[in-house]
C-alpha cells in the first residue's frame, strides 16, 4: 500500500529565505503531484512530474523528482508573504487495480513572515 | 471554462440524518474523484469513476457512503445515517482521464451535530 510523507509539516520562513519540502512515497511511482491550498480554499494544481529526473519551475516554486530515491522536492526562493498556504504532494494508487486516485501527503503549512 | 462545481457548499444536519453532496466536473473529462479531508485524517480518497466502467469504491468508509454518477457527468455523493464523524469537507476532482491532473471543487463544508 502506498504511503506518501512530507517534511517538515509546518514550516515558518521569513522573507527572502530558501527552503525544500520534502516528499518521500513508498512504492514505484511514475509521477508525482504537488498542490497548494490556502485557508478555506480548496486544492489548486501545481506541478505534475512525469519522469525520474523531471523538474519544473514557477516563479519562486521548484519541484523536482527523483524516481529511484522515491522523493520529490518542493523548492521555495526568495520566500514571499503570497506563497504563504499548505501544500501538499500526491502519487497515483495503484491498489487493486485502480490507476485513478492519489494517495495524499498531510501536508506542509508554510507561513512566510516579513 | 468553468471548474469542478459543488453544492452545497456548507451542510449542517443532525445525526441520523441523510445528506446529498453535488458534483459537476469539468465538461468532457471522464474520470470523477471523491475525496473528504479533516483534521485528522487529511485527505482520504473515497470513490473513483472513470467513464461507464464499475466504480471504484475501495475508500468508501462504511456502506453508509454511496454515490452515483448519471450520464458520465454529474456525480452525487449519499451518506445515510450521518453521525458526527462524518464531518468533514468533501471534495470532488475530475480529470481527462486516470492518471491525469486532477481538478478539485471548492468543497462541501458538512457538519453533523
Known amino acids: 500500500e502506498l504511503k506518501v510523507e512530507q517534511n517538515p509539516l509546518f514550516l515558518s520562513m521569513q522573507e527572502g529565505k530558501n527552503y525544500t519540502i520534502y516528499c518521500n512515497y513508498s512504492t514505484t511511482s511514475d509521477r508525482l503531484y504537488w498542490y497548494r491550498q490556502d485557508p478555506g480554499k480548496s486544492l489548486e494544481s501545481l506541478f505534475v512530474l512525469l519522469s525520474n529526473g523531471a523538474v519544473k519551475q514557477e516563479g519562486r516554486l521548484m519541484a523536482s523528482l527523483d524516481t529511484k530515491a522515491r522523493l520529490s522536492t518542493l523548492h521555495i526562493t526568495a520566500a514571499v508573504h503570497d506563497l504563504s498556504a499548505t501544500y501538499f504532494c500526491a502519487a497515483p494508487s495503484n491498489y487493486g487495480g485502480s490507476q485513478g486516485n492519489l494517495i495524499f501527503g498531510k501536508g506542509t503549512k508554510l507561513s512566510v513572515k516579513p | 471554462g468553468a471548474g469542478v462545481s459543488q453544492s452545497p457548499s456548507n451542510k449542517v444536519t443532525e445525526k441520523g440524518k441523510d445528506v446529498e453532496l453535488r458534483c459537476d466536473p469539468i465538461s468532457g473529462h471522464t474520470a470523477l474523484y471523491w475525496y473528504r479531508q479533516s483534521l485528522g485524517q487529511g485527505l482520504e480518497f473515497l470513490i473513483y469513476?472513470?467513464?461507464?466502467?464499475?466504480?471504484?469504491k475501495s475508500g468508501l468508509p462504511s456502506d453508509r457512503f454511496s454515490a452515483e454518477r448519471t450520464g458520465g457527468s454529474v456525480s452525487t455523493l449519499t451518506i445515510q445515517r450521518t453521525q458526527q464523524e462524518d464531518s468533514a469537507v468533501y471534495l470532488c476532482a475530475s480529470s481527462w482521464g486516470p492518471q491525469e491532473t486532477q481538478y478539485f471543487g471548492p468543497g462541501t463544508r458538512l457538519l453533523v451535530l
Open positions: 469513476f472513470q467513464g461507464n466502467s464499475a466504480p471504484d
